[in-house]
């Protein structure tokens, strides 16, 4: 079941022409993904350095279907897609609440487990395997 995570565009997501912005689309996809993350007990204060690893976003890819406004209320539904033992793919949408609700983006992002003492690919630590696989 995809995770869905509720927010209400804040007037700082938005660029002069009083749209969100393009950049804080992907701002606001990371958002749910922080929090799906902490709905599944992992603390992000200390995940990473307990475990010497850093997962970045290696791509990113957006389809902008109708823009989204202050005041917009959105809903953001994602499902974890296991791609290798050391990445995955989150593909995001973004639905602004009606009525009628609309599809406002589609968003991918896919990320890369790195070693910080390597420098290089390592497998994800088994509380990312779990909440990928439980997606």
Same mark, same amino acid.
């Given at each position: 079941?995809p995770?869905?995570?509720?927010?209400?565009?804040r007037?700082?997501?938005?660029?002069?022409a009083?749209?969100?912005?393009?950049a804080?689309?992907?701002?606001?996809?990371?958002?749910?993904?922080e #929090?799906s993350l902490? =709905?599944?007990?992992?603390? /992000?204060?200390t995940?990473?350095?307990?475990h @010497?690893?850093?997962?970045?976003?290696?791509r990113?890819?957006a389809?902008?279907?109708?823009?989204?406004?202050?005041?917009d209320?959105?809903r953001i539904t994602f499902?974890? #897609?296991?791609?290798? =033992?050391?990445s995955?793919? /989150?593909?995001?949408?973004?639905?602004r609440? @009606?009525?009628?609700?609309?599809?406002a983006?589609?968003i991918r992002?896919v990320h890369?487990?790195?070693s910080?003492?390597k420098?290089g690919?390592?497998p994800?630590?088994?509380a990312i395997a779990a909440?990928v696989?439980?997606?």
């Open positions: 079941m995770f869905a995570y509720h927010r209400t565009v007037f700082a997501d938005t660029d002069a009083g749209v969100v912005y393009f804080n689309y992907l701002a606001i996809c990371h958002e749910a993904y #929090e902490g =709905a599944a007990g992992i603390n /992000l204060k995940f990473f350095s307990d @010497g690893v850093i997962i970045p976003i290696a990113s890819e389809d902008y279907l109708r823009p989204l406004s202050c005041g209320r959105l499902k974890p #897609e296991l791609l290798q =033992a050391d995955f793919a /989150l593909n995001f949408e973004l639905t609440l @009606g009525p009628p609700e609309k599809c983006a589609r992002t890369v487990c790195t910080t003492t420098k690919r390592a994800l630590p088994p909440w696989a439980a997606g």
